[in-house]
């Protein structure tokens, strides 16, 4: 079943503008992960964050988590053409006796040039 | 050096056909995932071994079988193949197949298009 929703479903900004995607999610997680799918290619991971975290950094990402809310937001910081990409969400839910990661749809994110 | 590896990346076949699509890490992890990604982007996961034991089977047809013949490989077998199964499967991995909760490191994919 669907876990993580992606919001907005596109966003298209100008190169060295702030991107901000949200996700939220329907059940309790361990930990929430962001990956990056460039135009026919596989998933690479961005970010990890854990449920008994609240906010982490890596570079130009930025993440927060809610889990009060079962939100979390992605922020990319002045914004490159290469960032490009579709961003995925994805939880791991606590005690769903096994682990897998669970995806949200997507934010396909357009940088402009 | 390639982490994740799928073979064939594009497979083009008739309705009713049989395929298989191959899946190699060579990263030592433990488990091991395919996930299918349809036209709308959506990724769900189909099936998950850990040590080449099955430990994830989501409702997925019959016609869909893996094979996990050791711990570095998962291979995803599909026979009578339907238009419905065009998609893009993707491979995938992680060290643990336990509550540790790692990334997973995915192959490229493989674009299956039925015709």
């Known amino acids: 079943s669907q876990q993580g929703e992606e919001d907005p479903q596109a966003l298209s900004i100008q190169e060295g503008e702030n991107a901000t995607m949200n996700c939220s999610y329907k059940?309790?997680?361990?930990?929430l992960q962001w990956y990056r799918q460039n135009s026919g290619r596989g998933l690479v991971h961005l970010i990890l964050?854990?449920?008994?975290?609240r906010e982490k950094h890596s570079g130009r990402l930025r993440v927060t988590l809610d889990t009060s809310k079962k939100s979390s937001s992605l922020l990319i910081t002045a914004s490159r053409a290469a960032d490009t990409a579709s961003y995925f969400c994805?939880?791991?839910?606590?005690?769903?006796?096994?682990?897998?990661?669970?995806f949200g749809k997507g934010t396909k994110l357009s940088v402009i040039p | 050096d390639t982490a994740v590896s799928q073979t064939p990346k594009y497979l083009v076949t008739q309705m009713g056909n049989d395929k298989s699509i191959k899946c190699e890490q060579n990263l030592g992890h433990d488990t091991m995932y395919w996930y299918k990604q349809d036209s709308k982007k959506f990724l769900k996961i189909m099936f998950s071994?850990?040590?080449?034991?099955?430990?994830i089977n989501e409702t997925v047809p019959n016609r869909f079988s893996p094979k996990s013949p050791d711990k570095a490989h998962l291979n995803l077998h599909i026979n009578s193949l339907e238009l419905g199964d065009s998609a893009v499967y993707f491979c995938?991995?992680?060290?643990?197949?336990?509550?540790?909760?790692?990334?997973?490191?995915f192959g490229q994919g493989t674009r299956l298009t039925v015709v």
């Open positions: 994805a939880t791991d839910e606590l005690g769903a006796g096994s682990y897998q990661l669970t």
């Open positions: 071994y850990n040590n080449k034991e099955l430990i």
């Open positions: 995938a991995s992680s060290p643990y197949g336990s509550r540790v909760g790692t990334e997973a490191f």
């Open positions: 059940t309790s997680i361990n930990n």
């Open positions: 964050i854990r449920s008994n975290e």
